[in-house]
């Protein structure tokens, strides 16, 4: 590649800064009702769960952007979309798990208490850089459990 102008050599290399850029961790960033903004996360903990009384779906609720929950009666699970894709036809629920175990549906979201959660971490896009997770189209969702 021949250069033929400063102003060549000087796009090339926004273009190669703006490239490297792309791939440098993505800060934290912290939001509101203390859900903080990570690497395509998004992620309760702390005193977040501390302050709210009851399950842990009831603690995503309002907090997590583009979350949407419906809840049936009649004893079945809630459904939960992440990335409106939700229709008639197919159930989008995330996978959800519960200290890396993959639980099999929605309902357990319900009877975790946050007073004994350490955090969760919601991913609409699907996966995580996390090892030991799978990818799901319709998003994750995992949960972490306090010891002791």
């Known amino acids: ?4 102008s ?16 792309k791939h440098q961790p993505e800060e934290q960033t912290p ?6 903004s990570r690497d395509g996360a ?7 769960l501390d302050d709210w009384e009851g399950s842990v779906l009831s603690a995503l609720r309002g ?3 583009g979350l949407k929950i ?7 699970c ?8 939700a229709t008639f036809e197919t159930v989008v629920n995330p996978h959800v798990y519960v200290d890396g175990t993959r639980i099999g549906d929605t309902c ?27 990818m799901h189209a319709y998003g994750l969702i995992l949960v972490f459990m306090r010891s002791g």
């Open 1 to 4: 590649m021949c250069i033929r």
């Open 6 to 21: 400063p102003r060549s050599a000087i796009a090339i290399l926004v273009l190669l800064f703006a490239a490297c850029a």
């Open 31 to 36: 939001m509101e009702g203390g859900v903080e």
């Open 42 to 48: 998004y992620i309760i903990s702390g005193d977040a």
């Open 63 to 65: 907090r997590v952007p």
């Open 70 to 76: 419906l809840v049936h009666r009649g004893g079945q």
């Open 78 to 85: 809630p459904q939960i979309t992440l990335r409106s894709y």
């Open 108 to 134: 357990i979201l319900e009877s975790l208490r946050t007073r004994n959660v350490e955090s969760v971490e919601v991913y609409p896009m699907g996966f995580t850089k996390r090892p030991g997770y799978g």
